[in-house]
């Protein structure tokens, strides 16, 4: 009973998706083949396909692959990319999952998924571009400028023009794990519903780093959102599976596939914030956590320990306030000033106040 009250109120946040038609019987007049990076793909089918921008005289500097899944009704286009950062493994298995569960011909509108946008960086466990750039910091790309420069234009450029909302897949980077969760610009109310739906551990608010496709395509008008879990270079069953359920929602949400969603993130795990606690100046050593991730935590409560390796001494790191911990780095040697808990603090119901744009 409390948990079908839960889920009603739940429920009474979110705002309707709009949806573009899911008519049942043939194709209407105007829902034909898709036309993207020189391919077509007709009305109920799906493909898989490379695709290679051949620019310098060595070969290719953009080599990747494309799944699309063109739905047999009319309905809006969704976009899923993953390893945009190249050693966060996680969501490649996200958008190839969901891709082969779906069903075209029982589908509204389209799925875009770019499973290894920096192929790069997965064929070599690199989260950086082969000039060592970061991608997600160079979009929506100049083609007047860097190789990552010139990469993330085409990219950004076939999304933009094709995509109705996209949701970009990461994990956490270096030796650090994230609490599944979905990171959104909460101000914007489609990308919040987006979000909400997509039933994730945790929604965290935050507009993202400038250059990030998440924020530029919010900039271009297109409701983005990002799931976040588990640790880069691994294949985390768990979260992956929960990325999938989250992916699936969504296209419930927006009208593109049949069934039944999961509940969506509840308020009160929605936050507006976060802050990453780092080792104190002068305090390095071997970080052991004492708390986990998704563990609630009040101020003044241990969370972790770091060890002098020489001298044995004990540094205890307390929380400085209420919250969440949504990021964690695994035990490991750390040095001052090393990024250590990721703490989600002041609840959607603070929200509104925290952003008064
Ligand atoms: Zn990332």
């Known amino acids: 009973m409390r948990v079908i009250a839960l889920l009603a109120m739940a429920c009474t946040l979110l705002?309707?998706?709009?949806?573009?038609?899911?008519?049942?019987?043939?194709?209407?007049?105007?829902?034909?083949?898709?036309?993207?990076?020189?391919?077509?793909?007709?009305?109920g089918q799906k493909r898989k396909f490379r695709y290679q921008h051949t620019q310098t005289f060595e070969g290719s500097f953009l080599d990747t692959v494309v799944f699309v899944a063109r739905g047999a009704h009319p309905g809006p286009t969704l976009c899923l990319t993953a390893l945009i950062h190249g050693d966060e493994r996680n969501g490649f298995e996200i958008a190839r999952e969901s891709f082969a569960r779906l069903d075209p011909a029982r589908m509204s509108g389209?799925?875009?998924a770019v499973p290894a946008a920096n192929a790069h960086g997965f064929r070599t466990g690199s989260r950086y571009m082969p000039d060592r750039r970061d991608l997600n910091r160079?979009?929506?790309?100049?083609?007047?400028s860097d190789n990552t420069a010139l990469i993330a234009g085409i990219l950004f450029s076939a999304l933009s023009e094709h995509c109705n909302a996209l949701i970009d897949l990461h994990t956490g980077s270096f030796e650090r794990?994230?609490?599944p969760q979905v990171r959104v610009d909460l101000a914007n109310p489609q990308a919040l519903e987006l979000a909400r739906r997509f039933g994730a551990t945790v929604v965290l608010g935050g507009a993202g780093p400038k250059g990030s496709l998440r924020r530029e395509m919010m900039d271009a008008g297109i409701p983005s959102i990002i799931y976040e879990a588990g640790l880069p270079l691994r294949f985390e069953p768990a979260e992956i599976e929960h990325g999938v359920q989250g992916v699936r929602n969504v296209m419930i949400g927006l009208g593109m596939t049949g069934g039944q969603a999961t509940a969506p993130t509840p308020a009160e795990r929605t936050f507006a914030r976060a802050r990453w606690l780092r080792v104190p100046l002068g305090n390095g050593g071997v970080f052991y956590p004492v708390r986990k991730l998704g563990d609630t935590i009040r101020k003044g409560d241990l969370i972790a320990r770091i060890f002098d390796p020489f001298t044995d001494e004990r540094f205890d790191l307390p929380s400085p306030m209420d919250g969440q911990i949504i990021g964690m780095?695994?035990?490991q040697i750390v040095f001052s000033g090393y990024a250590l808990v990721h703490v989600a603090s002041a609840p959607a119901s603070e929200a509104k106040a925290l952003r008064p744009e």
């Open 110 to 112: 389209t799925l875009i």
């Open 138 to 144: 160079a979009f929506p790309g100049n083609p007047g």
């Open 15 to 43: 705002l309707p998706i709009q949806v573009s038609g899911q008519a049942a019987g043939p194709p209407p007049a105007g829902w034909g083949p898709l036309r993207l990076l020189d391919r077509e793909i007709a009305p």
């Open 329 to 331: 780095a695994v035990p």
């Open 177 to 179: 794990a994230n609490l």
